[in-house]
């Protein structure tokens, strides 16, 4: 009599009931998310942490390598260097040309003696020889490339040569070995000139443009000729002009000459 209603203590009980089993399945979405999201923080945690390690013979990440030597690793490509003595100074482009795997015993005094006095023998064309660099690379830059050799010449990323591309015609790739074999950095850039070369006749490595250029190498063959043989003049040591020969293809040749024809 005293109490409430039997219907209306059933409604009371089933919404009690409704509350707590909301209240429940409300706790489990929050755990599930929870869970969820810690798993994947976890995952990608230990994903990242644990990247493969660097295998011999694999690019050395940036970070990681000194700055003497990854600017020595960039001279040794911008200078040639790698066309003769070969990816990471293996050799094996010229029997002629060592290879620079087995220059680390050198001194710093050594390897500096040799860049800048260079090697081998000038008066022979049938064999490259290593020019005299003294008056183009500086002393800062001779230092960076000793450093790279005393690190065993190791892969740089950004330090490759430029890809000679077969499919835009002779010019184009001209100019990229133009650039690849170190021709820019003496005759300079679109073949002007003006280097210095004090002990030379006219003081400075000739341009391959211009009117005196045309009229003494007036032939392809003429061409040809003097970037097989390379070019000596006046006293030593003075900035020379390598024997190509050995080191560049009939078709290589070709397409400097075609990038050179094209600099009238």
Not at 145 to 151: C, D, E, N, P, Q
Not at 233 to 255: E, F, N, R
Request: with cysteine; hydrophobic share 35%.
């Amino acid at each position: 009599m005293n109490g409430e209603p039997e219907s209306g203590r059933q409604a009371t009980g089933d919404s009690a009931m409704t509350g707590v089993i909301l209240v429940v399945a409300a706790l489990t979405v929050v755990l599930v998310a929870v869970a969820t999201t810690g798993y994947l923080v976890g995952h990608d945690s230990r994903s990242s942490s644990s990247s493969p390690p660097t295998t011999a013979g694999s690019t050395v990440p940036s970070q990681a390598v000194d700055p003497a030597v990854a600017a020595g690793a960039r001279d040794y490509v911008d200078f040639g260097c790698v066309q003769c003595h070969g990816e990471g100074g293996q050799g094996g482009v010229d029997p002629a040309v060592p290879a620079l795997t087995g220059a680390t015993s050198l001194t710093a005094d050594q390897l500096r003696t040799l860049i800048n006095k260079g090697a081998g023998l000038s008066d022979n064309p049938t064999q490259p020889f290593m020019p005299v660099w003294h008056d183009i690379v500086s002393d800062h830059q001779v230092n960076d490339l000793v450093a790279y050799i005393h690190a065993g010449l190791p892969a740089v990323p950004g330090a490759q040569p430029q890809l000679v591309p077969q499919d835009q015609g002779d010019v184009v790739a001209g100019q990229v070995l133009y650039s690849n074999y170190g021709c820019i950095n003496c005759h300079g850039p679109n073949g002007l000139g003006g280097v210095p070369n004090p002990l030379s006749e006219d003081k400075t490595i000739p341009p391959l443009s211009g009117a005196d250029f045309r009229s003494e190498f007036n032939t392809p063959q003429k061409i040809a000729d003097v970037i097989r043989s390379g070019s000596v003049l006046g006293k030593p040591p003075i900035t020379s002009m390598p024997h190509w020969g050995g080191i560049l293809s009939d078709q290589q040749i070709a397409q400097l000459i075609a990038y050179i024809d094209s600099l009238k």
